[in-house]
């Protein structure tokens, strides 16, 4: 089966400590996110990756980073400088950002990170 | 102002009837739209996308453009239980989405 995959589903870390979260896609997709979903508030952009070794911030880049080594990969870190990371951790990925009628984004089934 | 403005909700209908979620945007120059379906605990499910002015159907749910209104919608004929969730409207933004905050209805029996 084709899909998003993202582990774990729920992660507990203590303050202060990095975490990195996975996210994996086998759709051949080339553009992959990273977003973040707080109560009562929409999605929030925190990176995006276009192609293989090349990735842009989004909106709340602050205290988190990526890599994307491989198309297939791209794992987020929420780090210790990261102020509120307690929240919904939505991977996604969509076959391109160049082309308007392939743009459609798939979400994985998330992670919900527990700091305290 | 929001880039991408959603009613909260909740909005509430008989089972049966038809729903109908409203979404406004701020950039004219926005090209494409997108609805996700949110469950409770659960991530964003893709159930329609539109380009083009107009309607869109697929099944149960039609999507509206009017751009000149920066407007679009989705409706949900022959409502179910099922339905009930949160629904999100995107809006394409160069090369990113930018998300409202959804709207929840509840399909009550």
């Known amino acids: 089966d084709g899909g998003i995959t993202q582990s774990p589903k729920y992660l507990f870390r203590k303050e202060g400590q990095n975490v990195t979260l996975s996210c994996e896609q086998n759709l051949n997709h080339d553009a992959m996110y990273w977003y973040r979903q707080d109560p009562g508030q929409g999605l929030r952009l925190i990176y995006y990756?276009?192609?293989?070794?090349?990735?842009q911030k989004g909106d709340i880049a602050e205290g988190y980073s990526v890599s994307r080594e491989k198309k297939e990969s791209f794992p987020l870190t929420v780090t210790s400088a990261q102020k509120n990371p307690t929240a919904f951790y939505l991977c996604?990925?969509?076959?391109?950002?160049?082309?308007?009628?392939?743009?459609?984004?798939?979400f994985g089934p998330g992670t919900r990170l527990t700091v305290t | 102002q929001k880039e991408v403005e959603q009613n909260s909700g909740p909005l509430s209908v008989p089972e049966g009837a038809i729903a109908s979620l409203n979404c406004t945007y701020s950039d004219r120059g926005s090209q494409s739209f997108f609805w996700y379906r949110q469950y409770s605990g659960k991530s964003p499910e893709l159930i329609m996308f539109?380009?083009?002015?107009g309607d869109k159907e697929d099944g149960r749910f039609t999507a509206q453009l009017n751009k000149a209104s920066q407007y679009v919608s989705l409706l949900i004929r022959d409502s179910q239980p099922s339905d009930s969730a949160t629904y999100l409207c995107?809006?394409?933004?160069?090369?990113?989405?930018?998300f409202g905050t959804g709207t929840r209805l509840q399909v009550f029996p």
């Open positions: 539109i380009y083009s002015n």
């Open positions: 990756s276009q192609i293989v070794n090349d990735f």
């Open positions: 996604a990925s969509s076959r391109t950002v160049l082309d308007r009628d392939s743009y459609e984004q798939y």
């Open positions: 995107a809006v394409r933004s160069t090369d990113k989405l930018i």
